[in-house]
């Protein structure tokens, strides 16, 4: 046995899956919103493959998904278009709209402590 077969041992099977609840959020989320696109994070040591969508105006959210082609049978029947990150990066509008929520939360902050 070696020294860190223990630990990965015990890492083995810690990535969570993809549940049914994040389809529904998914889901819900880009029904309420106009203008959807889906980009699509590998899996990684760390997470699952996770979907990212991006409305119109830069709005986004992120939930694990089972696979690529998940996400591309979640696009097909909801007619929004998947990407890969990997291929085509995030979309400028997704930047724009974090950084923002960023000021804006910084002005909130500051207001409160005035």
């Given amino acids: 046995m070696g020294l860190f077969d223990s630990i990965r041992r015990r890492r083995k099977g810690t990535l969570r899956?993809?549940?049914?609840?994040?389809?529904?959020?998914?889901?819900?989320?880009?029904?309420?919103?106009?203008?959807?696109?889906?980009?699509?994070?590998?899996?990684?040591t760390v997470t699952e493959t996770t979907v990212v969508l991006i409305a119109h105006?830069?709005?986004?959210?992120?939930?694990?998904?089972?696979?690529?082609?998940?996400?591309?049978?979640?696009?097909?029947?909801?007619?929004?278009p998947v990407y890969e990150v990997a291929k085509v990066g995030y979309p400028q509008r997704m930047r724009d709209y974090t950084e923002r929520q960023k000021i804006m939360q910084r002005r909130k902050r500051e207001a409160g402590e005035a």
């Fill in 17 to 44: 899956q993809s549940t049914s609840a994040d389809v529904t959020h998914l889901d819900e989320w880009a029904g309420a919103r106009r203008g959807v696109e889906a980009y699509v994070e590998p899996r990684t």
């Fill in 57 to 80: 105006d830069g709005e986004w959210t992120r939930r694990r998904i089972g696979s690529l082609e998940a996400a591309q049978r979640f696009g097909s029947k909801r007619s929004i």
